[in-house]
């Protein structure tokens, strides 16, 4: 056999493929635009994270007034916390989904509050 026709396994076909992958997803557009997106969703899920403590400050201090829990604000609580949840697992590669308003719907409140 000649140095010109190497066999199908031979070390050559493997050099390129070691390093191929790489350079493919650092030359990929998707890559690129998921990583824009993520940061956006990281921004993202730090404003819900804040209006979720605003939402357990606000219910916590409705609680010692009024001696009854807000159904408002369980609803609101249990949508935000469906939101937070959808964009950590977008962010963690479990869902292509983009969570809202990405691409994705705000997620509504289950009726499975606790009481």
């Given amino acids: 056999m000649s140095d010109d ?3 199908a396994d031979h070390a050559i076909a493997d050099d390129n493929s070691t390093g191929s992958p790489l350079e493919q997803n650092l030359k990929s557009r998707a890559t690129w635009w998921r990583a ?3 940061l956006i969703s990281c921004v993202l899920v730090s404003i819900a994270s804040f209006v979720g403590t605003m939402v357990v400050v606000l219910g916590f201090f409705w609680v010692l007034f009024s001696g009854a ?5 369980q609803e609101v609580g249990q949508s ?4 937070i949840y959808g ?3 977008y962010l963690t590669f479990n869902t292509d989904e ?5 691409g994705g719907q705000w997620p509504s409140s289950s009726n499975d509050t606790p009481d």
């Fill in 5 to 7: 026709n190497p066999p």
């Fill in 36 to 38: 824009l997106f993520m």
């Fill in 69 to 73: 829990v807000n159904r408002q604000l």
């Fill in 80 to 83: 935000l916390a469906s939101y």
């Fill in 87 to 89: 964009i950590i697992c």
């Fill in 98 to 102: 983009k969570p809202f308003p990405l």
